[in-house]
């Protein structure tokens, strides 16, 4: 389709915000895309993005939105509605339906689009499907993104459109593509914390391991949480092992269908929150020796197979540069669970790797 480019004009704030305003000024502004920005999850996103819950509370942004030629009109009402929020750091709002033109110097892509699965859709289907977006995608970002991008993939399968970006955009260093995980860990965490009584910020370190799917691996063998001012070992805590490796993990695998089958419709504001979890820390780096989840490109670290986008304990650097957190031990069991969640996406990159270019 023809490229349709709208811009909304620069948002203004009153006079009260007349410091923040000036130290806006002073500012880079980022670009920063939305893809499938006209769905549930965007629009319980962009206004995050907009008031500075991601990039810090004086970093400016332009924010484009990108989808498909048929939503062009509801995202000129999400316009509208950023427009009216008369959010101070927020710039520039632009809407598209050419990648080419939405992906032109950006400095962050949040890749929320994707082909969702449908009634009776194999899998290999939905996979085809999304190789051709994420393809088409990925070489978009290669010729008009900076190549300082940073790109996280949420729509799904996750991981691995995330590897098929990549690969289409080989000027692109690898380290800058990464899906999202960080809703599992955010409701692995979640878990922990209700079966405790203690507010989820207290439950630290808890990893996922794997593809963003059913066979992912809630792991809290390292993780902790803070009671009466004390580090006490998640397991010590709970002290209930066959919950941790049986209903725990089942719960947390099988969160989304869930919610699908409570709601009638996908995750939205829990899966915008976890974008801006995980944009923030990438963003701004983690905090001490604790760590987050992503889904990165493996180095070969706990033997699991080099290249493959799997979700691993990772530390973050105020810089953006990330790295796997190293030395965790693994139980049998969890070798077993890390083994079978890394067979599936090598299952998956193999299939979808074989419709590129096609």
Excluded at 274 to 300: F, Q, Y
Aim: proline residues 5%; aromatic residues 6%.
């Amino acid at each position: 389709a023809q490229a349709r480019v709208t811009s909304q004009p620069l948002l203004q704030t009153d006079s009260k915000s007349s410091a923040l305003s000036e130290l806006v000024e002073m500012v880079d502004t980022i670009r920063v895309c939305v893809t499938g920005a006209a769905g549930q999850i965007a629009y319980s996103l962009l206004y995050s993005l907009g008031r500075g819950d991601v990039f810090g509370g004086d970093q400016p942004i332009e924010l484009v939105m990108l989808d498909i030629t048929p939503m062009m009109g509801v995202l000129q009402g999400v316009a509208m509605e950023l427009q009216d929020c008369a959010m101070p750091l927020l710039k520039d709002v632009i809407s598209s339906d050419d990648p080419n033109e939405a992906f032109k110097n950006i400095d962050i892509c949040i890749m929320v689009g994707a082909m969702p699965r449908k009634e009776g859709m194999l899998r290999k289907d939905l996979l085809k499907a999304n190789a051709k977006i994420f393809e088409s995608q990925g070489k978009a970002l290669d010729q008009n993104a900076k190549k300082t991008v940073k790109v996280l993939v949420v729509g799904n399968p996750a991981n691995t459109n995330a590897l098929l970006c990549q690969t289409s955009a080989p000027s692109i260093p690898p380290e800058n593509f990464t899906c999202l995980t960080r809703l599992d860990r955010n409701r692995a965490q979640a878990q922990i914390a209700n079966r405790l009584g203690v507010r989820p910020l207290d439950v630290r370190n808890v990893t996922i391991w794997g593809n963003h799917s059913s066979t992912q691996f809630p792991d809290v063998s390292s993780a902790y949480v803070l009671q009466d001012g004390k580090k006490v070992p998640v397991c010590d805590a709970v002290k209930d092992d066959a919950w941790l490796k049986g209903d725990f993990i089942a719960t947390v695998q099988q969160r989304g269908a869930a919610v699908i089958k409570a709601r009638k419709l996908s995750s939205a504001m829990s899966a915008a929150k976890a974008i801006v979890d995980h944009m923030r820390d990438w963003w701004l780096g983690t905090e001490g020796e604790d760590w987050v989840c992503m889904g990165v490109p493996s180095d070969g670290s706990y033997n699991i197979t080099k290249g493959l986008m799997y979700s691993f304990p990772v530390r973050i650097k105020p810089d953006c540069s990330w790295e796997i957190v190293q030395g965790l031990p693994v139980s049998d069991f969890g070798r077993e669970k890390m083994k079978l969640t890394e067979k599936e996406l090598i299952e998956e990159k193999d299939l979808a790797l074989s419709f590129l270019g096609k």
